[in-house]
């Protein structure tokens, strides 16, 4: 394993690469988590042979403070990484992906999770996709909210599933616990729902893991890999 770090303009980038790669795997981090974070929830991935990429998103890993709930805008500051991020997501493939010449995968978890969901709804075109313990669609508000940010009152107008045509049928398999009490498992059911329509037999399912909460846990990670292998 040959292991690179280095900085893309302010983006702390980390890309790991197996002695024979056979596809390049994005992977978006959580609120509060980092580049590693999400690499060590994957074990296994390297020595299937894929390239593991990762970056901190803004305000994340060695880029200063998460938001916090107990912000008094908090869901502008969350969604303002969220757009962040999905805009750096491109930078670094621009930057990484074309002298490796490997296909793409993308994993995403929680709030990379989303984040993964804007960038399919975007166009991006990737071979899998990943989604663990997040959906397509932005948190509820807070009762008594008012969104005050242009740029996400139209994320909440216009959530990555109201576009389902640009998934381009990437197969993409949501893995979530059943007692997830951040981003519940409604929220992923209605993700399904809405992307269905446009998906053929086979590239469009839910793994759900009975009694686990808001985190990935080994068996979730063992049975994406197994889904992005298919497609390898």
Do not use: C, N, W
């Amino acid at each position: 394993m040959r292991e690179e770090l280095f900085f893309l303009g302010e983006v702390p980038v980390l890309l790991r690469l197996p002695e024979k790669p056979r596809g390049l795997l994005l992977a978006l981090h959580g609120l509060q988590g980092s580049k590693e974070h999400i690499l060590s929830l994957l074990p296994g991935y390297l020595e299937a042979g894929l390239a593991l990429l990762a970056f901190d998103a803004p305000r994340h890993g060695l880029r200063g403070r998460p938001p916090s709930a107990k912000d008094e805008r908090y869901v502008e500051a969350f969604y303002r990484v969220v757009l962040g991020m999905a805009e750096e997501a491109e930078r670094v493939l621009e930057a990484v992906a074309p002298r490796l010449g490997l296909p793409l995968f993308l994993a995403g978890g929680s709030m990379g999770a989303f984040t993964l969901h804007l960038l399919l709804s975007q166009g991006l075109e990737a071979q899998a996709a990943l989604a663990f313990i997040g959906s397509g669609l932005p948190m509820k508000l807070p009762q008594g909210y008012v969104l005050s940010d242009p740029e996400v009152v139209a994320l909440y107008q216009a959530p990555p599933v109201s576009r389902p045509q640009a998934y381009r049928k990437t197969p993409l398999l949501h893995l979530h616990g059943s007692r997830d009490l951040i981003v519940p498992l409604d929220r992923v059911e209605e993700t399904l729902k809405a992307l269905r329509p446009h998906y053929p037999p086979g590239r469009l399912a839910l793994y759900r893991e009975e009694g686990t909460g808001h985190e990935i846990t080994p068996r979730m990670a063992r049975v994406g890999l197994a889904f992005l292998e298919s497609f390898l």
